[in-house]
T-cell receptor
Framework: GAVVSQHPSWVICKSGTSVKIECRSL??????MFWYRQFPKQSLMLMAT?????????EQGVEKDKFLINHASLTLSTLTVTSAHPEDSSFYIC???????????FGSGTRLTVV | GNSVTQMEGPVTLSEEAFLTINCTYT??????LFWYVQYPGEGLQLLLK?????DKGSNKGFEATYRKETTSFHLEKGSVQVSDSAVYFC?????????????FGAGTRLAVHP
């Protein structure tokens, strides 16, 4: 149980275009989801926390207009990287909180390459 | 602030060798501590956790003890297998802005050879 499906697993896009990454909870309702970014050989950095039906809360230093997060339903959160640039190339991972003890389940990640 | 530091990899071992991956943390208060594992092409999976000092988390032969005096949560396994090859992340949970959030170490890649 508590499976999160993340798509796409990898994407290549041109500079200036936008890319949408989806994160779906398959067998539970995810009230709260988290989006992380991971640079090579570095730790996962929390970008934002999203709650269903409300605006996302962004961590310090994360551009809200660059990384648009939508959590319109209890099973879907999306991250859109707008006007992508090569420096946005990274590994993006979503996570959802579940259960009474607030465990965390993670998607398999999306590798974004901007050329 | 909160932070997690874990040993750099990769760690390369032969099958049945003893494994230690060091993890230390800085935190305000008394955080819960976790080890997550990421197998190739998969998401992070919870391996074990400890919620208070002196707690020992264990799962699949892995163990880690929450040491408040040394602010450490080292991961150990007595006899590794090839199937243990993965990236291991140490993490702590803290509260901020009304949410419980995770902060991760950089990850340690483990490669086990037959």
């Amino acid at each position: 149980g508590a499976v999160v499906s993340q798509h796409p697993s990898w994407v290549i896009c041109k500079s200036g275009t936008s890319v949408k990454i989806e994160c779906r909870s398959l067998d539970f309702q995810a009230t709260t989801m988290f989006w992380y970014r991971q640079f090579p050989k570095q730790s996962l950095m929390l970008m934002a926390t999203s709650n269903e039906g409300s605006k996302a809360t962004y961590e310090q230093g994360v551009e809200k207009d660059k990384f648009l997060i939508n959590h319109a339903s209890l099973t879907l959160s999306t991250l859109t990287v707008t006007s992508a640039h090569p420096e946005d190339s990274s590994f993006y991972i979503c996570s959802a909180r579940y259960g009474a003890n607030y465990g965390y389940t993670f998607g398999s990640g999306t590798r974004l390459t901007v050329v | 602030g909160n932070s997690v530091t874990q040993m750099e990899g990769p760690v390369t071992l032969s099958e049945e060798a003893f494994l230690t991956i060091n993890c230390t943390y800085t935190a305000t208060g008394y955080p819960s501590l976790f080890w997550y594992v990421q197998y190739p092409g998969e998401g992070l999976q919870l391996l074990l956790k400890a919620t208070k000092a002196d707690d020992k988390g264990s799962n699949k032969g892995f163990e880690a003890t929450y040491r408040k005096e040394t602010t450490s949560f080292h991961l150990e396994k007595g006899s590794v297998q090839v199937s243990d090859s993965a990236v291991y992340f140490c993490a702590l949970r803290y509260s901020s802005g009304g949410y419980n959030k995770l902060i991760f170490g950089a990850g340690t890649r483990l490669a086990v050879h037959p």
